[in-house]
């Protein structure tokens, strides 16, 4: 009996033993698979440090993984503690040293390129590290290249994409496929956590269709770090958007943002901010005002509040312009061609006496003076599908200015704006000017459009520097003989579809491709002035000049973009002038046009005459021009989202 009951227990210890033993090798394994997302100990128990041959090897080891699921990435260089961010989706690694090249420009004729890149206005090339730090203090420079990127904070590409994204959404071929989005590594994540509350599209120049979530671990930042981000309670301020936003619902959302939206609060506060808030109350108390001269009441959301706000900006606003930067990207635009909007409000801004102050304390609004148009023509290598140094480049501008001025650090840069009309604008700006007042022609809700804060900028060609308002005008009603007009090249996918189901079908939609040259475009601006509505179709971004061009001419714009917001959305009321197609709704076009009593096209037309006014380039900045308008809609944003006290 002795015996058995001595068997039974070696049995059971045996079984117990084992137990302990799979149990002991469960959280070995648990420990080993969790370390990526706590901190990372090596062998000997010990934490890596920066610079150390530990943290080198273990660097190495990360740069080797091609894909990372749900880990996070660590920026020792740049955080405290275990700080890291987390990518839920499948995130990319790049661990590529990138450098800017010194390519060549193209500039107009009168223009002269320097020497150097930099931001110094001076051709000696001065340096910016990379590595500067967004606080009140300014701290020493660094002998070092403009713009050649540290080795350690360009390491990590970040590709994010949108969920339920169209398939069929054709990219531009040389400038946004085969593109990963670059960012810093030592960016702060607050900044990616601003970008993703418009649940908005974060992918830079390509679209994508990854159904998982993106999400984002949100991190004390460092003492040191300026790089502010929106506060926490804005953060779920905006309505998710829908993948087809009409025109009456981009209303809502306006409505919403201006009435939640607000920017962080300043670090201190100032008269300025006094200023806004006492504008703002104004504005929502505007006396009613039903006719003016000069302005025609139907055109607007609310004519009252516009015309008090307009009033408010010319007694009120003043703006300061940042001197530093080199030309070409800064100071430097062209003139002509279909981005020459962010070229003419730089001139006009740059030179204006009214609105610019030189006492930055007394500013408003901070404008960043930079060309989106040359920034491309300037730095991007053809054929290369990468902008990295793009957007390296804002990068260390942005740095330079926050470690030599105090005022981005007040605000995180929301009192700060910026007017870019090139199509990769947004993609160029959604990180480190993420919190600016941006001003883009490609104004996309499904591309990190905000309401509340952004504005849609007038994407107007202009062809003669000399001549602004040349051809202006177009025919009487009576001699409109063509129902509807498009012309232009097949860029993106919506043309193609219209030219499918309307080239050559029926001789009152004269809908072509490409028009043969001609001087001076002289048919295809006839078309336009003999066509009672224009078709502006979107290519490979949402926007198109032919906006601006109908008005011009005078032909009723006919907007087939999904989730295009129209210029100075905040104030004009564009289903009273224009007409809004979905592109869904291209095979009925004809229909949907015939469908529009006479009536109301004679009103439309008698509206776009006197919407045009806002719509024009003068050499000499008049009273409600396209200047004063664009100016106004930043002015306008920074009054509705200015923090309460």
């Known amino acids: 009996m002795g015996q058995e009951f001595l068997s039974l227990f070696h049995l059971e210890t045996k079984r117990l033993l084992w137990l302990i033993g799979i149990t002991f090798a469960v959280i070995l394994t648990f420990q080993y698979l969790e370390f990526p997302y706590r901190t990372v100990l090596l062998s000997d128990g010990t934490r890596p440090t920066p610079g150390s041959s530990k943290f080198e090897a273990l ?38 040293n990138d450098t800017i090249p010194r390519t060549g420009f193209a500039l107009e004729p009168e223009s002269t390129p320097k020497k150097s890149l930099g931001f110094d206005e001076s051709d000696q090339s001065s ?112 309505t998710p958007i829908p993948e087809v936003t009409t025109v009456s619902e981009m209303n809502k959302l306006l409505h919403q943002s ?7 609060r300043p670090r201190w506060f100032s008269a300025v901010d006094q200023e806004l808030l006492l504008a703002r109350s104004e504005i929502e108390n505007a006396p009613i005002v039903k006719n003016d001269r000069n302005l025609y009441a139907p055109i607007y959301h609310n004519f009252s509040m516009f015309k008090r706000s307009y009033e408010l900006m010319e007694e009120t606003l003043k703006v300061y312009v940042y ?92 009192d700060h704006f910026l007017v870019g009309c090139h199509d990769w604008a947004p993609g160029e700006t959604k990180v480190d000017m993420a919190n600016c007042i941006r001003a883009l022609c490609n104004a996309d809700v499904q591309e990190g ?20 308002t040349r051809d202006i005008g177009g ?8 129902l509807a007009f498009f012309a232009g090249s097949m860029h993106g996918y919506v043309r193609p579809i219209l030219l499918q189901h309307w080239e050559n079908k029926d001789p009152d939609m004269k809908i072509f491709g490409k028009l043969a040259k001609s001087k001076g475009n002289r048919n295809y601006i006839q078309y ?36 295009f917001v129209p210029p100075f959305f905040e104030v004009l009321n564009w289903e009273s002038f224009a007409v809004i197609v979905l ?63």
């Open 59 to 96: 660097d190495t080891a990360l740069s080797n993984s091609e894909l990372v699921n749900n880990a996070k990435l660590f920026n020792q260089a740049n955080s405290t503690g275990d700080q890291s961010f987390q990518i839920a989706n499948k995130t990319w690694i790049s661990r590529e």
């Open 258 to 264: 201006h009435a939640s939206y607000r920017s962080m």
């Open 323 to 414: 001197k530093e930067g080199a030309r070409p990207i800064l100071h430097s635009p062209f003139l002509t061609g279909i981005y020459a909007s962010e070229g003419w409000f730089m001139k006009q801004m740059e030179a204006n006496k009214r609105f610019v102050t030189r006492d930055p304390k007394k500013a408003h609004l901070f404008y960043l003076p930079f060309s989106s148009r040359m920034l491309e023509e300037a730095l991007y290598v053809q054929g290369s599908h990468s902008h990295k140094n793009l957007i390296q480049y804002l990068h260390n501008y942005v740095d330079m200015i926050a470690g030599k001025y105090t005022f981005w650090n007040r605000t995180g840069g929301a």
């Open 449 to 468: 459009f905000v309401f509340g804060k952004d504005a849609s900028l007038p994407e107007t060609y202009v062809r003669n520097a000399q001549i602004l």
């Open 475 to 482: 025919n009487s009603a009576s001699k409109r003989t063509t």
């Open 583 to 645: 592109e869904k709704d291209i095979p009925n076009l004809k229909n949907i046009l015939l469908s529009i009593p006479e009536k109301t096209y004679l009103r439309k037309l008698m509206r776009i005459k006197k919407v045009q006014q806002h719509f024009l380039w003068h050499m000499n900045p008049a009273k409600y021009d396209i200047f004063h308008m664009i100016l106004h809609s930043v002015w306008y944003n920074r009054v509705f989202s200015a923090p309460n006290r």
């Open 127 to 238: 340096a910016v590290a990379g590595s500067i730090k967004r606080s009140d203090s300014v701290p020493k420079t660094q002998d070092a290249g403009d713009l050649i990127p540290s080795s350690f904070n360009n390491n990590i590409g970040l590709s994010f994409s949108r969920n339920h994204e169209e398939n069929n959404i054709s990219s531009r071929t040389e400038q946004k496929s085969g593109t990963s989005y670059a960012s810093s590594a030592n960016m702060s994540t607050t900044i990616i956590s601003t970008v993703l509350s418009n649940d908005s599209t974060i992918s830079l120049f390509q679209k994508g269709n990854i159904p998982n979530s993106i999400m984002e671990e949100s991190i004390a930042p460092s003492q040191n770090d300026a790089k502010v981000s929106v506060p926490t309670e804005n953060k779920d301020s905006h």
């Open 528 to 563: 336009m002035k003999s066509s009672k509505y224009c078709i502006c179709a979107k290519g490979y971004e949402v926007n198109s000049p032919r906006v601006v061009e109908a008005i011009f001419y005078e032909c009723v714009p006919v907007i087939i973009s999904d989730n």
